[in-house]
């Protein structure tokens, strides 16, 4: 692999960019609160649909604005259609998973991501291996979020695992969507073009299973309810997950996926304060993890400096 490639592949976040995946992590926080805010007028499967539809006649929109080619025949079809497949999958088991087991449980399950996409470079993108500074960092993310979350107990209620299994699956979707993106052909075309591919194919996985749970909206949802969906419509998928797509483009998956630690963090915070849900005294302590295990998982190793010495940060 050429050093263009390398840097490519394991390019460490600089400040812009780390800014950037903050403030999605903020916009990721509050869409939890944005499903739960609408998840009584309008059920979450349902949610993910018209979402999905929504953004995708949105970001087809941008693009003819813009004149971007997104039926350009760029031998991204398959890796396009694997990607949404999982993206589908994801949100499948999340919105399935949480009729089973508790909103705590789910965090700490889906947030076991960031380790599989690290073990999948490991196949994928040997170039972006972490060292064992970045593993301890990794984990010591991993457990300020289990100090804010607190440590589960084991599953006795046979139900509660297949809620934890499906949330487990949908870690392992996440991870994969994320590798075929960093992996594939889709590294080359627009954020924009690997968005739709995802909307596209999620939007009738999560229609059909909507309708085969027996989802179905009973009143006129609320104004608020409304607000929520327009704010994971336009903002949150629309838009944060095109620059999400454009970051893995440019910068280390890896090092990516771990700021996403911060996204129940600021969950918990914006439950605080539009649902007025109590914060614990560790959450600080939590916040002190997660932000000194990024610091490790972002700081640029001797070895990796030696093995790139000519790359643009």
């Not at 929504?54 to 350009?72: E, H, N, Q, S, Y």
């Not at 607190?150 to 809620?163: C, K, N």
């Not at 490790?296 to 000519?310: F, G, I, K, T, Y």
Request: aromatic fraction near 10%.
């Amino acid at each position: 692999m050429s050093n263009h490639s390398v840097a490519h592949v394991t390019r460490p976040l600089n400040a812009g960019a780390a800014a950037l995946v903050v403030l999605l992590a903020v916009s990721w926080g509050f869409n939890q609160v944005a499903v739960k805010l609408g998840i009584h007028d309008i059920p979450p499967l349902t949610q993910g649909a018209l979402r999905s539809v929504g953004a995708t006649m949105l970001v087809a929109a941008w693009c003819k604005w813009r004149g971007l080619p997104i039926f350009a025949r760029d031998g991204s079809l398959w890796p396009g259609i694997a990607a949404g497949v999982f993206f589908g999958l994801e949100f499948l088991l999340i919105y399935q998973g949480l009729a089973y087991t508790t909103a705590t449980r789910a965090v700490l399950f889906i947030y076991l991501a960031p380790f599989f996409v690290v073990l999948g470079t490991r196949i994928v993108l040997p170039a972006d291996r972490f060292s064992p500074q970045q593993w301890l960092g990794l984990a010591l993310s991993f457990a300020g979020m289990m100090i804010a979350f607190g440590v589960p107990t084991p599953a006795l209620d046979p139900r509660q695992m297949i809620g934890d299994l499906m949330m487990i699956g949908a870690a392992l979707a996440w991870a994969a969507t994320t590798l075929i993106i960093k992996a594939s052909s889709l590294i080359r075309v627009t954020a924009e073009k690997v968005l739709l591919y995802q909307l596209v194919i999620s939007a009738p996985m999560l229609g059909i299973a909507a309708w085969l749970g027996g989802e179905h909206i009973v009143h006129a949802p609320s104004t608020l309810a409304i607000g929520a969906l327009v704010y994971q419509t336009v903002w949150v998928v629309a838009v944060t997950y095109v620059v999400w797509f454009a970051l893995i483009a440019r910068y280390s998956a890896n090092r990516l996926s771990a700021f996403t630690f911060l996204t129940p963090l600021f969950g918990v915070a914006a439950g605080r304060l539009v649902l007025n849900e109590p914060l614990t005294p560790a959450f600080v302590a939590a916040v002190a993890l997660v932000v000194l295990g990024l610091v490790l998982v972002n700081r640029r190793s001797a070895e990796s400096r030696a093995r790139v010495p000519h790359a643009r940060e």
